[in-house]
């Protein structure tokens, strides 16, 4: 009997002719069918959400990337046109420019002649505007990197209220193939929901990392113009 036991596969082995036994390996694809209507209809959803995460993290990303690109040389132009009194040409080289750096620069020039106090206003509240654009859709990764564990959890309840189900079916005969389908939603629902909750995550920190360096641009190319704006003529 001894060896019997010794000789007799490990228990999910597959037997082959030969004598050999051969581990069954499960597909990401079997893995999500096999989770029954509920599983795949959260997977669906996570799958979505993941979609739109994307999206909305590259196209941020080079739109950021176009707004953070500005020449070293822009703000000794500028200066050089206004101390010379070339009003009009400062102007035509922030719109050549079009960054929100020069859109800044341009709308403290075409306030030039008034106090000090309402270029700084004026630049102000147009920073607010550029902020905002820069941060346009990226609550919605915050929002996605929340909702996805949710959702994949919500998948581990309905799971589990499955099995606990067919359990009560079985007559209180436990057997894994009876508890399997529920089994499978609980858990590649929370493994789903933990991925796209994670990526959405570490991209929407990311994006912000990236849109706190232009506004820190903004601010300094800002205050460099005002500064230029308040020196002695």
Same mark, same amino acid.
């Given at each position: 009997?001894? &060896?019997?036991?010794? !000789?007799?596969?490990?228990?999910?082995?597959?037997i082959?002719?030969?004598?050999?036994?051969?581990?069954?390996t499960?597909?990401?694809?079997?893995?999500?069918? $096999?989770g029954?209507?509920?599983?795949?209809?959260?997977?669906? %959803?996570?799958?979505?959400?993941? %979609?739109?995460?994307c999206?909305?993290?590259?196209?941020?990303?080079?739109?950021?990337?176009?707004?953070? !690109?500005?020449?070293?040389?822009?703000? /000794?132009?500028?200066?050089?046109?206004? $101390?010379?009194? *070339?009003?009009?040409?400062? !102007?035509?080289?922030?719109?050549?420019? &079009?960054?929100?750096?020069?859109r800044?620069? /341009? *709308?403290?020039?075409?306030?030039?002649? *008034?106090p000090?106090?309402?270029?700084?206003? =004026?630049?102000? &509240?147009?920073?607010?505007?550029?902020?905002?654009?820069?941060?346009?859709?990226?609550?919605?990764?915050?929002?996605?990197?929340?909702?996805a564990?949710? %959702?994949?959890?919500?998948?581990?309840?309905?799971?589990?209220?499955? =099995?606990?189900?067919?359990l009560? /079916?079985?007559?209180?005969?436990? !057997?894994?193939?009876?508890l =399997?389908?529920g089994?499978? @939603?609980?858990?590649? @629902?929370?493994?789903?929901?933990?991925?796209?909750?994670?990526?959405?995550?570490?991209?929407?920190?990311h994006?912000?990392?990236?849109? &706190?360096?232009?506004?820190?641009?903004?601010?300094?190319?800002?205050l460099?113009?005002?500064?230029?704006?308040?020196?002695?003529?």
């Open positions: 009997m001894i &060896n019997t036991f010794i !000789q007799s596969p490990q228990e999910g082995a597959e082959v002719p030969d004598g050999e036994s051969v581990e069954k499960l597909s990401i694809i079997e893995l999500i069918s $096999s029954g209507m509920a599983g795949q209809i959260i997977i669906a %959803i996570l799958f979505v959400l993941l %979609i739109v995460a999206y909305i993290y590259f196209e941020r990303l080079f739109a950021i990337k176009a707004a953070s !690109q500005i020449d070293s040389n822009f703000m /000794n132009q500028i200066k050089d046109h206004v $101390s010379n009194g *070339k009003i009009e040409a400062a !102007q035509i080289l922030c719109a050549q420019v &079009n960054t929100p750096v020069s800044l620069i /341009n *709308k403290g020039i075409t306030r030039i002649g *008034k000090l106090e309402d270029i700084n206003t =004026a630049i102000e &509240n147009a920073g607010r505007l550029e902020i905002y654009g820069l941060e346009k859709n990226v609550s919605i990764l915050a929002t996605i990197s929340g909702a564990p949710m %959702i994949g959890f919500l998948g581990t309840v309905v799971g589990m209220i499955l =099995a606990i189900f067919e009560a /079916n079985a007559g209180g005969t436990i !057997q894994m193939d009876v =399997a389908s089994l499978y @939603t609980a858990m590649t @629902t929370t493994v789903a929901g933990l991925i796209v909750g994670i990526i959405a995550y570490i991209t929407y920190n994006l912000v990392v990236k849109t &706190n360096k232009v506004v820190y641009q903004m601010e300094a190319n800002s460099e113009f005002l500064d230029h704006l308040n020196e002695p003529i």
